[in-house]
C-alpha cells in the first residue's frame, strides 16, 4: 500500500506492483507510477482510500535478500564494550563494525518480541535503516548513497546474556540476535527534506520503555559513518542487489560532564545496555535490569514538521508460547 504523509490514510498498489521487491527491482519504472498515487492520496483525491492501521502491518520487506547492521554510532560501541570488558578495534574510527542478521523473517512494527528466556538478557536497539537498489561491487561512499531507495526505523533486537559467549568463538552473532522488527512505513529520502543530508537522517529518536521515555536521542551528529559509507563497506567485496537493507546500529549521543565532575547523558538512551555501562560509570555497577515478559518499547521518529515519519514500533516481550489468555470472570449468580 501506499500511505499519505500524515499516515491517516492508504491505498493499495496491487494494480502496480504486488510486493515491494517488484517496485525495488523496477525502481525507474514502478517508482513514479507510486508517486502519482501518492500525490492523489495527499489531495484527498484517490477514490478507494481507507484508515491506515499500522498494526496490520507487516515489515515494509518481510523477507529481504539481506540484512546487514553496521554500528556507526562511536559512543555506542565504546560504552557496550566498555560494558562487557571488552578493547576497542584499533580501527574504530576509520573501518565499520557490521553483522550479517537474519533477512528471511523480519517483523512487523506490533510483532511481539519472542524470547525463550528472559535470563538471555533482552534488549531493545533504537536504529535507522536503509532499504538499497543495485549497488556494485567496490561503489564509493559517494556512489553507494545514491543506491539508497528507501529509509526505515528498526528495532535490532539483542540478547545480550548470550553474545559474549557467541563473540568469544570469534565468529560473530548467530542466536544473540534474534528477529529484527521495522516500522511501518518506508519513506524516500525526499520525504525527510532538509533533515536527510550527508547520509544521515537529522531528526530525534524517541524511545519508551513500559510507556516511560527513556530516549530523545538525535540521530544525525553522532552517526561517524554516514548510510554511504556503511553501503560501501558491505559492497566492497561483493555486488548488493536491490531490497539489500543497511542498518545503522543503535542511535547514541556521548555523555557530558556535570557541574560536579561526573558524566550525565541528557539525550537518554535507545538500548539498555548503554544505561547499564553509564550507571556503572556514575555508581560502579549496574543498576537496571534488561527486559522482562510483558515489558514494552516504543520507538517513533518526527519530522521537522512534528508529523511521525515512518510511523511507530511498539512491541511487547512474551515467551514462545504467547502472552497467558485472560480469562472472563464468571457471571455472579443472581
Known sequence: VVVSRDLT????????????????????????????????????RARHAFPFDPAQCMAPLPRAYQWADGSAYLNHVELVRRARGADMPPSLRSDPLMYQGAGDDLLG????????????GIDFEGELAVVTGDVRMGASPEQALDGVRLLM??????????IPAELAKGFGFVQGKPATAFGPVAVTPDELGEAWRGGRVHLTLQVAWNGRTVGLCEAGPDMHFHFGQLIAHLAATRNLRAGSIVGSGTVSNPGVQDAAGGMDWPRGYACIAEKRCMETLQHGAPRTGFMQFGDTVRLEMKGLDGRSVFGAIEQEVVPPGGRPATTEAAPTPG
Open 9 to 44: 490514510q492508504a491505498h493499495y498498489a496491487t494494480g502496480i506492483a504486488h510486493r515491494l521487491q517488484q517496485v525495488l527491482d523496477d525502481w525507474g519504472f514502478m517508482s513514479p507510477q507510486l508517486q502519482d498515487l501518492y500525490d492523489l492520496l495527499n489531495s484527498g
Open 109 to 120: 512494527p506490533c510483532d511481539d518480541i519472542v524470547v525463550p528466556s528472559e535470563a538471555m
Open 153 to 162: 526505523l528498526a528495532n535490532d533486537v539483542s540478547l545480550r546474556n548470550v
